[in-house]
């Protein structure tokens, strides 16, 4: 297949190109893609050269799909561009996540809602992606009622520049280059992406909205507080999930394990629980501190982590392209014409 990745040389584009390596993604020739000034250069990709196209070269060259990491106001723009000429865009951005035209799409959760017919199709928030993957197989047996989600994100879900901050502070104590208004080690910031009107951030507000779509139950209800915090193997989040139907914490366990994309890690006794660091690098959510809410009932609390420029981003964008080939949605050896 020939496959595009737009933004090619950014953190997630470059987590990408790993991703399809890794996975032996069928690609039989590679378009990376990036910003004018980086029209020319080379990336490497299995060991083989290719240099950096434009948007315009990209369409012309007729991938089957194409894996966008370049930003929103770049989706919004070129992603209907390519769409047009038949190309499958799967897009990390926020631009099209809750168009009610587009698929939303965690391939554990709601792959079967995919067709022929969608050829721009969003990838969640990281935040958002993780949890789903615990939730669906939980609201699928009790029916979720209400979740609480406290999040402990890592800097690279914002980029380049605040690894760097965090790195400089932790180095020199301050940083010349400031990806956020306060200093980020040593500290936790309870701001992840602009305030809304109602008070909470729009990160906050993506994973109420977002769960619902992909979940397919408007009916959920859910609230978020997003933090930053200065770590780099990934998001963490604290979920206290309040169920329609009393349950049983061992089958819990067992649901856990038994679900597919989700590793349980929680022996207590062990002191053996998910953490940013073990999650580095890994394609799992990782699941652990499962326990009953005692302060009411029907309710349980979990702590779940997983690489968000994995699993967040990156791999379950390529498990979208991997479910279009297995079900045939998009057919290994269709030449665009």
């Not at 490497?44 to 050269?49: M, N």
Request: proline content about 4%; overall charge neutral.
């Amino acid at each position: 297949m020939k496959i595009a990745v737009v933004g090619a040389t950014g953190l997630v584009g470059t987590k990408m190109l790993e991703v399809l390596a890794e996975r032996n993604f069928p690609v039989s020739e590679l378009i990376p893609v990036a910003s004018e000034r980086s029209v020319g250069k080379e990336i490497t990709f299995k060991g083989k050269k290719y240099k950096v196209h434009s948007m315009q070269q990209a369409i012309d060259a007729k991938p089957q799909i194409a894996l966008f990491s370049a930003g929103g106001d770049t989706s919004k723009e070129w992603a209907p561009k390519f769409a047009e000429k038949g190309i499958t865009v799967i897009d990390n951005s926020s631009a099209w996540r809750m168009d009610a035209t587009k698929k939303l799409v965690v391939p554990e959760v709601n792959a079967n809602v995919l067709t022929a017919e969608d050829k721009i199709i969003a990838n969640p928030n990281c935040s958002t992606i993780q949890m789903v993957v615990a939730l669906n197989p939980l609201h699928k047996k009790y029916k979720i009622k209400r979740v609480v989600v406290s999040t402990y994100q890592s800097v690279t879900g914002t980029g380049v520049k605040a690894v760097s901050q965090m790195m400089n502070e932790r180095k020199d104590g301050k940083s010349d280059e400031m990806a956020y208004k306060y200093k980020i080690d040593m500290n936790a910031i309870p701001q992840i992406d602009v305030f809304m009107d109602n008070g909470y951030t729009k990160e906050e507000m993506k994973m109420v909205n977002e769960t619902r779509k992909i979940m397919g139950d408007d009916s959920i209800a859910l609230t978020a507080t997003t933090v930053r915090i200065p770590v780099m193997g990934g998001h963490s989040e604290s979920v206290n999930i309040e169920f329609e139907t009393e349950f049983d914490v061992k089958d819990i366990f067992e649901i856990m394990k038994n679900t597919p994309g989700i590793i349980l890690q929680d022996d207590i006794k062990n002191q053996i629980y998910p953490m940013p660091m073990n999650a580095h690098n890994k394609d799992e959510v990782f699941v652990g501190r499962i326990r009953r809410d005692e302060s009411q009932p029907k309710t349980l609390n979990m702590w779940i982590v997983s690489d968000n420029l994995r699993k967040g981003a990156a791999t379950n964008a390529v498990q979208i392209a991997e479910h279009l080939i297995a079900s045939k949605i998009i057919a290994e050896d269709k030449v665009l014409a």
